[in-house]
Structures are given as C-alpha cells and as structure tokens.
C-alpha cells in the first residue's frame, strides 16, 4: 500500500515536470529566429517544430550540405553577413543532406513560408554514380518532416510514390523506421488502421513533436549561450562591418575586397584554399596526383539527377519559386587530380538542362572554377566564393 | 486525503514513503530523459567521412 502511495505521489511529480518542460520548449524553440536561421547545427534540419515555427516573412529556405558547416568562424559566412541585415536565409543542411532528404523538408514545411521562394545549393559530388548513400540519407531522416510531406495535399501522388519509393529503399537498415515510414505511406494511400493502431500511431506523432520540441529548445539554448560566450572572448573578425546599416543590405563590394584581402594575407598554396586545409591535405597529396584520370562519365550517371527533379516537382506542385545555385568545383584542385574538364562540363551542362526543362532560375558559378580563395577547402565554399553565393541569395530575395 | 495526510505525519512512515517517491521519481525522469533525448533509431552508427 505504501508503495502504491509513493508511485502515484511520484507519477503526480512526474507529471508536473513533464508539464514544465512541455511549456518550457515550447516557448524556447522561437527564441530568437534570426539565430535559428543561421545556426548550423545537424538537429535544426530535421525539426519541423524548429523550421516551422522560426520561419519569418524576410526569410526563405536555402537548401545544402557540408559548406554551412564551413567558414563559420569568418565575416564571409551567410550567418555573419546577414547578421543586421533585412534578410535572413533558413540554411537547412549539413554533410549528406542531399536532394531527396530537402524534397522531403520543402513539402513538409512550405505552408509556413510567407516569401514562397528557396534556394538549393548544389554540390557536384552529390553527383556521383551512388546517389545519396542509405546510411547517410538515414542518418538525416526525419520522421515527423516525411509525414507531413505526406499529409501534404499540394502534392501529386507521383511525387510522394517517387520520394515514398526512394525513402523505403534507403532505410533498409533501420528495419523499426522502415515499417513505420511505409505505414504511414499506406495509411495516405486510403488503407484504414484499425483503431488501437491509428491511436498508436497519433501517440507515437506527439511524442515525436515533443520529443522534436524538447530537443531542439534544449540545443538551441546551449549552442546560442556557448557563441555568446565565444564571441565575447573574440576580437573583432576580419572584413569588419558588412551591413549597410540604412539600406539594411550587405555592402557586396565591401566584402569581397575584404575576401580577397584576408586570401591574399594568408600563405598561399597552389590550390588557392586556406592555409589550414592545405596543411591537412598536404601528406595525402602524392596519392592523389591523376587519381580521376579515368572518371570520363564523372558526376553525369546516378539517382541524383531524378532525386533533383523531385525537388524541383515539389517546387512546382507547391507554388515555391527556386533557385539552383550551380556550384563548381576547384578548379586547381581537380586539375590535379586529372579529374577531366569534359566530364566537368558535361555536369554544369546537364544541370543547365534540368533547370531549363523545369524553368528555373539559377546562379551559375560554374565558371569560378579558378577564382582564387572561392573554397576554404578541395570542395567547401570559402572566402569570396560565400560572399558570390550570398549576394546571389540575396538579389534572388529582393526581386 | 485526510488519511495520506496524516500517514506523513508518521516521520517514520513518511521518511519511507518519500525514500520510495524519490526513486520511482528518479526511475520514471531517467526514462523520460532516454526516450526524450536518445536517438531511437536501431540503424548502425554512421560514420561522417570528408569528400
């Protein structure tokens, strides 16, 4: 008897804590937007509750991969440059984001953009032969974005068969979210779950809203309190003020005197990338001499060209406008390895194609190939080549 | 109400009765925090490599 006292006095203190929380995320989740737009964190791209609710009327969501996660500690960074600005692009991706996972974020979230535009940065080497690998796509599955990609109505049935189909064949190693994801697909296709599973089921998608909720107030107060911290302790970063304070628009020109500047201060190297990477990359460069001689057909075969019309399909049904942002590779680099110029060029042209057929606009960068400090890295963006990607947002923003 | 009330008022009973509270308590935050925080997916750990 005493026992049962104390569990239920103890459910009742749960209860209350949990009730805390509750109220606690959700009221740190939104926080502060213009930082949530910029952080970089993986968990931010896969919270709907996060995306959703920080989602303002001079922002539109800009769709990429690792090179968020590059530059951060320069003025040349879109979360830097837009600092002040009145603009704010949502960067949604990390290493591995791909395509298909932003097809699936874009559905899911479109019907809290106010400016219907969004930008996907395009990374050759998503381009290779394999696609998205399963391990990598699975580690950036969200669950709660995939069902409400499919209780998106603006969508067609083919897309959601293509995104539904490619999805279940890339989690094959997650057998638990596989049954799931593929229910879920079944239940939008008219099959009716009994009813102890269709509540199960609406049990399990609040938990995963709070659990979506909890977590992501819970990092976003850590990440935002440690670059308080961190900034406090900096001195100023190059390329000083890049804000025009009256227009509220970056000083373009500005900034990329200030790139070229903080390149050319640093030791230069035949690459033209930063001294740091170099320095990492410059034991493995023997082996790397000619190692792409042979990729004739390089980043021009795979399922990433279809996994990219889906995302343009998406912004089609939806009524989103999009903007491909064409990305090159190193020139200098690549050169190196004797990856060959044709295979190069067959890629920027077959993505020119894609973009024709479906009538989008693009940014093209494909001739910056050799434009000195453009990457921080063999692939990553660096100094003047995010100041380019950033202006080029930022004009597709205002008009 | 009347009768919890007054059990607490046994420092004995209540000592014992709050030892108990505490680890169901601690016992059902430990579960909370796993299931709220945890990542529950069973797929093998993926290895993020550079290009």
């Known amino acids: 008897m005493e026992k049962m006292k104390a569990f239920l006095l103890a459910l009742a203190l749960f209860l209350l804590t949990v009730t805390g929380i509750h109220i606690a995320a959700g009221r740190g989740v939104n926080t502060d937007p213009v930082f949530y737009s910029g952080w970089t964190d993986e968990a931010k791209s896969l919270s709907y509750v996060g995306l959703t609710l920080n989602m303002q009327t001079n922002m ?241 075969y795979g399922p990433e060209f279809e996994d990219l019309s889906c995302f343009l399909s998406v912004c089609e049904e939806t009524g989103i406008e999009p903007m491909l942002v064409i990305l090159p590779v190193n020139g200098y680099y690549y050169d190196y390895t004797e990856f060959p110029k044709t295979a190069r060029e067959a890629y920027y042209t077959k993505i020119r194609q894609i973009a024709s057929q479906y009538q989008v606009r693009t940014a093209d960068f494909s001739d910056q190939e050799y434009t000195r400090y453009f990457f921080e890295d063999r692939v990553h963006l660096g100094k003047i080549g995010w100041v380019m990607v950033n202006e080029a947002i930022y004009q597709f923003f205002k008009e | 109400m009347k009768r919890f009330i007054n059990s607490l008022k ?23 925090l796993y299931f709220i925080l945890g990542n529950l997916s069973n797929a093998p750990k993926f290895v993020y490599t550079q290009f």
């Not at chain 1, 769709?63 to 879109?78: A, K």
């Not at chain 1, 406090?232 to 890049?242: K, M, N, T, Y």
């Not at chain 2, 046994?10 to 909370?32: C, D, E």
């Open chain 1, 60 to 300: 539109i969501p800009v769709f990429g991969s690792s090179e968020f996660q590059h530059g951060l500690d320069t003025s040349f960074h879109p979360a830097a440059v837009f600092r002040g600005s009145d603009f704010h692009p949502m960067l949604i991706g990390a290493g591995y984001y791909q395509s298909l996972s932003h097809s699936v974020t874009l559905a899911a979230i479109e019907k809290s953009l106010s400016c219907r535009k969004a930008v996907l940065l395009l990374s050759p080497q998503w381009f290779r032969k394999t696609g998205v690998l399963p391990q990598a796509y699975l580690s950036r599955f969200s669950e709660i974005l995939y069902g409400k990609m499919l209780e998106n109505d603006a969508l067609s049935e083919k897309t959601k068969d293509y995104i539904s189909d490619r999805t279940c064949l890339l989690l094959q190693k997650d057998s638990q979210t596989l049954a799931r994801a593929a229910k879920r697909k079944a239940s939008v296709d008219g099959n009716v779950l009994p009813w102890y599973e269709a509540f199960l089921e609406r049990l399990w998608d609040s938990f995963l809203t709070e659990k979506d909720s909890v977590t992501i107030a819970f990092r976003q107060k850590t990440a935002k309190t440690r670059l308080e911290k961190e900034e406090s302790a900096r001195p100023s970063q190059e390329g000083g003020q890049s804000v025009d304070a009256a227009a509220g628009s970056p000083d373009w020109e500005a900034l990329k005197k200030a790139a070229i500047a903080a390149g050319d201060a640093e030791n230069q190297n035949p690459f033209y990338i930063d001294d740091k990477a170099y320095q990492r990359l410059k034991p493995y460069l023997p082996g790397k001499k000619g190692m792409n001689a042979s990729a004739k057909g390089g980043y021009q």
């Open chain 2, 10 to 32: 046994n420092k004995k009973a209540a000592r014992s009765l709050l030892s108990w509270t505490g680890i169901f308590y601690f016992l059902m935050m430990v579960l909370y």
